[in-house]
């Protein structure tokens, strides 16, 4: 059971690369032509005293520049995310990445200069000079980050900075996509299953609990293997943010991270607490699994064994049908334009394949389409995972599709929002239409899961890393060993007693998400990202009056507002703990559900 080559892959399932350029001679000429004009842009450099003309022909500039630089990023990562072992493609990334820095350090002046000139003087610019009206939201924003703005000089440094900085992220991206050798997984017979970052979710959900088992040791193990490399990848990337946020006066790195995103410090605390809060609910449904699965020690690869002997197998084309029926109640422009990205225009890489990049994602730019590339498995969780990355990628399309380029970016805390409720309509038209025992086990599973990773998984690394940044901070050292015993015992802690905790293997699931922790207090925004996105859903669900509507003005609102405000206009207010303890409602309501269809099976 081994994965196949790259190149025998149906150009159909595949994204399709020259929709954003024809081939690599067109990506070079895009990418000269960004470089031709860096020098331009800081020929600027202070002139923005010259009047309003002068900042809006500066900002339109740098607009045309960064629209083709998302393009050329875009390009670059595509062929490299799919095949991590195509040297070409590394080459390209990085050629990318070190023109965005050269850009980045040329521009460095733009927001010191624009603070220079007052509050007062811009907002009066901008109701004198038209082509400003736009920015006036842009220039609020740009205000409440003064204290934390460097001079020009600093603010170039500081993104010379980025790129040796960013090496620690691209090791431990390289070792684990690229490098990593991984023993096969067996099945009870001894046949051997090939483990790479395509199919490993499908070999730890397998119906045979020796491949299971072996699967997620043997994958953990390859990464335990290099567990001082990765260590030290990772306490670099604290010390970096720790570094930026001193650098710029933030009282700690968390506060770095969620400030400038206009989130108040108190959201992730909340979050956290209530989580912990939580905890006996999770404690339920690992010993409702426990019970079912023979009584016996749970063990973590078992966390995702199917519940029933007759999993759902969901070939792609049917996941795509029944994705966009789920998506119905948000009308027909929403389902026919995600339809056309899904079956016409290759918005999709589809399936696994050797050298394929871990996990799932969306990405693109404004005049890109917003491309998906996941590892398609045939069964219910890749369906979620689709349904997952298509909310993200609808929501870029209709955030480009509204918002002029300077708001065409909605932000990390809104970003899971959408990708969630995805997922909330489409398990909620499947628990519908699909009503055997098996169907609405496996369906209940799948919902599990999804928690298990949004609601589990993710709350439980946000306090891993916010331990780890307060440990720098109070000038502490950061050990691979240290890493792993704190990430036990935060799951042990989780876990409970129903649970066996290998201490050593799952101490290793941070060095299992080497991008996720590498985005500086990303991970928690996936637990407020499913509470917010569930209220939501709850009300397009209930047909609650002007629901729809709201929903798909978030879906379009991009930066234009500040992320609180966007979500409360919607109808959700994330300041406030409600919407997580709504969400774990929703989780209990399914774990009361598969009590009552698999208690009774566990007495026959």
């Avoid at 150009?11 to 954003?20: E, G, L």
């Amino acid at each position: 059971m081994s994965l196949v080559e790259r190149s025998a892959l149906p150009v159909a399932y595949t994204w399709d690369t020259q929709s954003v350029f024809g081939d690599d001679t067109a990506w070079q000429a895009a990418l000269d032509e960004v470089t031709g004009h860096i020098e331009v842009l800081q020929a600027f450099q202070g002139r923005f005293a010259e009047g309003p003309a002068v900042v809006a022909d500066y900002l339109e500039l740098a607009e045309r520049v960064l629209r083709l630089s998302g393009k050329v990023t875009v390009y670059a990562r595509m062929f490299y995310a799919v095949n991590t072992l195509d040297q070409a493609a590394k080459a390209r990334v990085d050629r990318t990445a070190a023109t965005l820095v050269r850009l980045g350090s040329a521009t460095a002046f733009t927001e010191p200069e624009l603070l220079a000139l007052g509050a007062t003087t811009l907002q009066q610019w901008v109701e004198q000079e038209p082509r400003l009206a736009i920015f006036a939201h842009h220039f609020d924003r740009l205000s409440r980050r003064e204290p934390y703005v460097r001079s020009a000089e600093v603010e170039a440094l500081l993104r010379q900075a980025s790129e040796p900085f960013d090496a620690a992220a691209t090791i431990h991206g390289i070792l684990t996509n690229a490098d990593l050798r991984f023993e096969p997984a067996r099945d009870q017979t001894g046949e051997t299953y090939e483990i790479a970052q395509g199919n490993i979710n499908a070999l730890v959900t397998h119906i045979d609990p020796a491949v299971r088992k072996s699967a997620w040791q043997n994958y953990a193990d390859a990464h335990l293997a290099l567990k001082n490399t990765m260590a030290a990848c990772l306490a670099t990337e604290v010390r970096r943010n720790v570094f930026n946020a001193r650098a710029r006066g933030y009282r700690s790195a968390l506060d770095a991270a969620l400030t400038p995103n206009h989130i108040p410090l108190e959201v992730f605390h909340q979050l956290i607490a209530t989580f912990k809060r939580h905890l006996p609910t999770w404690h339920r449904y690992w010993r409702l699994r426990r019970r079912v699965l023979g009584g016996q020690p749970l063990h973590v690869y078992d966390s995702k064994a199917p519940l029933t002997q007759q999993p759902l197998k969901v070939p792609y084309d049917q996941a795509v049908t029944w994705i966009c029926e789920g998506m119905a109640p948000l009308g027909e422009q929403y389902v026919s334009t995600m339809r056309r990205g899904l079956v016409e225009q290759r918005w999709v890489d589809v399936y696994p394949n050797r050298g394929k990049r871990a996990g799932a994602f969306s990405m693109g730019s404004p005049g890109t389409h917003p491309f998906i590339m996941m590892s398609y498995n045939d069964d219910i969780f890749g369906l979620s995972t689709l349904a997952h990355e298509l909310g993200h990628s609808m929501h870029s399309y209709y955030t480009r599709s509204t918002q002029p380029y300077v708001y065409s970016n909605y932000g990390l805390f809104l970003a899971e929002v959408a990708s969630n409720f995805n997922q909330a309509l489409v398990r909620k038209h499947l628990l519908e239409r699909l009503t055997s025992r098996d169907e609405q086990i496996t369906l209940l599973e799948e919902a599990m899961a999804n928690f298990h990773r949004y609601f589990f998984i993710m709350p439980t690394l946000a306090r891993f890393e916010l331990a780890i940044h307060e440990r720098i901070e109070a000038g502490q050292a950061l050990t691979a060993d240290d890493l792993i015993n704190l990430m036990a015992d935060l799951f042990a802690e989780g876990y409970g007693d129903e649970v066996v905790v290998d201490r050593e293997r799952v101490g290793s699931t941070w060095m299992q998400f080497s991008t996720h922790l590498y985005a500086n207090f990303y991970v928690y925004q996936y637990a407020t990202g499913i509470s917010g996105a569930h209220a939501l859903a709850e009300g397009v669900l209930a047909q609650h009056e002007g629901a729809v509507e709201r929903y798909r003005d978030f879906l379009t609102a991009g930066s234009s507002r500040y992320p609180l405000d966007t979500l409360r206009h919607a109808g959700v207010d994330m300041s406030s703990a409600e919407p997580v303890e709504q969400t774990f409602a929703v989780m209990e309501g399914y774990i009361e559900r598969l009590e009552g269809l698999l208690v009774p099976l566990e007495k026959s």
